[in-house]
């Protein structure tokens, strides 16, 4: 129903074909880009685009009404040169996706009939999902900065959404957003009294940098929080293993459950694989969070140094709030120097 300025611009999902199963979509419009918060970070935006290759809905509302409209969703695809399709039955097309799991797909509009085994034929010889590099488009090229202070935390973009940033900076941080493949060295440069390693699209597996370097922050026990695509990079450098889930978890109502209390929290989600729960077994971690749906891995903490992370977003954007308190257990490890086991 609501939240697509948000997950539009989220980076976790480039390279795929969004579908919204809410019957009408953009009644209330897209806000203004260019409106910042205090410290230059977009308030209404998770990055500086539409991340998505295109979007499919039932009813595409073509006027909108909000005290924050800019534009209406039609006119903000058409800017960016997205493509969108209408009159489609989504909710039969989540069901087919709930059944067979996510696969590769064409948006096509034609005036005359559609030949739809060329457009299968056009499809297989098309780059894979699976097969694509997406850090080099996600990713930021050069440091970035954002907010003033002593006390700082690395943020590693492997496709941060800017909510991550606004909670950091709110937890009281100068926020530094770093490319990818940043060496830890050069991390370490900062200064940081914590780093986070953010969400992103893909396979952990295409982010070796990365992985080499969450081993070097885990080593050497410096305070970090793994986030989505960060969280699956942070176990395969504590020895957990990663897969690509069927469906995915994609929505802004997933619970999970904090194993240590066992509270159930509403979390909003984004993520394509894993952490295999067999595992933990023989990783350097403790399960943390499980999904009360299908008790798929949705947290770990390292068992004896300041390492955490989890798979769903505690920044929400769009979503609840439930999990922000995830913010304040990084705080936590920065400055009273426990364990994430004490």
Same mark, same amino acid.
């Given at each position: 129903?609501?939240?697509y300025?948000?997950?539009?611009?989220?980076?976790?999902?480039?390279?795929?074909?969004?579908?919204l /199963?809410?019957p009408?979509?953009?009644?209330?419009?897209?806000?203004?880009?260019?409106?910042?918060?205090?410290?230059?970070?977009?308030?209404? %935006?998770?990055?500086?685009?539409? +991340?998505?290759?295109?979007?499919?809905?039932?009813?595409?509302?073509?006027?909108?009404?909000?005290?924050?409209?800019?534009?209406?969703?039609?006119?903000?695809?058409y800017?960016?040169?997205?493509?969108?399709?209408?009159?489609? #039955?989504?909710?039969?097309?989540? =069901?087919?996706?709930?059944?067979?799991?996510?696969?590769?797909?064409?948006?096509?509009?034609?005036?005359?009939?559609?030949?739809?085994?060329?457009?299968? &034929?056009?499809?297989?010889?098309?780059?894979?999902?699976?097969?694509?590099? %997406?850090?080099?488009?996600?990713?930021?090229?050069e440091?970035?900065?954002?907010?003033?202070g !002593?006390?700082?935390?690395?943020v590693?973009?492997?496709?941060?959404?800017?909510?991550?940033?606004?909670?950091?900076?709110?937890?009281?941080y100068?926020?530094?957003?770093?490319?990818?493949? /940043?060496?830890? #060295?050069?991390?370490?440069?900062?200064?940081?009294?914590?780093?986070?390693?953010?969400?992103?699209?893909g396979?952990?597996?295409?982010?070796?940098?990365?992985?080499?370097?969450?081993?070097?922050?885990?080593?050497?026990?410096?305070?970090?929080?793994?986030?989505?695509?960060?969280?699956?990079?942070?176990?395969?450098?504590?020895n *957990?293993? *990663?897969? &690509?889930?069927?469906?995915?978890?994609?929505?802004?109502?997933?619970?999970?459950?904090?194993?240590?209390?066992?509270?159930?929290?509403?979390?909003?989600?984004?993520?394509?694989?894993?952490? *295999?729960?067999?595992?933990?077994e023989?990783?350097?971690?403790?399960?943390?969070?499980?999904?009360?749906?299908? =008790?798929?891995?949705?947290?770990?903490?390292?068992?004896? +140094?300041?390492?955490?992370?989890?798979?769903?977003?505690p !920044?929400?954007?769009?979503?609840?709030?439930?999990?922000?308190?995830? %913010?304040?257990e990084?705080?936590?490890?920065?400055?009273?120097?426990?364990?994430?086991?004490?």
């Amino acid at each position: 129903m609501v939240g697509y300025p948000e997950t539009l611009t989220d980076p976790s999902y480039s390279g795929q074909i969004l579908t919204l /199963t809410y019957p009408l979509v953009g009644n209330y419009g897209v806000p203004d880009p260019s409106v910042k918060d205090d410290v230059g970070i977009p308030k209404f %935006f998770e990055s500086d685009k539409i +991340q998505v290759r295109g979007l499919v809905v039932h009813e595409l509302s073509l006027t909108a009404s909000h005290w924050n409209l800019s534009m209406t969703l039609d006119e903000w695809l058409y800017n960016e040169k997205v493509p969108g399709i209408s009159g489609i #039955d989504t909710r039969a097309l989540t =069901k087919k996706l709930r059944t067979n799991g996510v696969m590769m797909a064409a948006l096509v509009v034609s005036d005359s009939e559609i030949d739809v085994e060329e457009v299968k &034929k056009q499809l297989a010889s098309s780059p894979h999902y699976n097969s694509e590099q %997406f850090m080099d488009v996600v990713s930021t090229k050069e440091e970035q900065v954002y907010g003033e202070g !002593e006390k700082s935390v690395v943020v590693i973009d492997t496709g941060a959404k800017n909510a991550i940033l606004r909670n950091l900076y709110e937890i009281g941080y100068k926020v530094i957003k770093l490319p990818w493949d /940043t060496p830890y #060295d050069k991390i370490m440069s900062f200064n940081p009294k914590g780093v986070v390693i953010s969400n992103g699209p893909g396979d952990p597996q295409k982010c070796p940098d990365t992985i080499d370097t969450a081993k070097k922050l885990i080593a050497n026990n410096i305070p970090t929080l793994g986030i989505c695509l960060g969280a699956q990079i942070i176990g395969i450098a504590g020895n *957990t293993e *990663t897969y &690509k889930l069927k469906y995915g978890h994609r929505g802004q109502n997933k619970p999970c459950v904090n194993q240590e209390n066992n509270q159930v929290y509403v979390t909003s989600q984004n993520h394509g694989y894993g952490i *295999t729960p067999e595992s933990l077994e023989n990783s350097e971690f403790n399960l943390w969070f499980t999904n009360a749906d299908d =008790k798929t891995v949705e947290g770990i903490k390292h068992k004896k +140094q300041k390492c955490v992370a989890v798979q769903f977003h505690p !920044e929400a954007a769009p979503g609840p709030y439930d999990c922000k308190f995830i %913010f304040e257990e990084l705080k936590h490890l920065m400055e009273e120097g426990t364990s994430a086991k004490e």
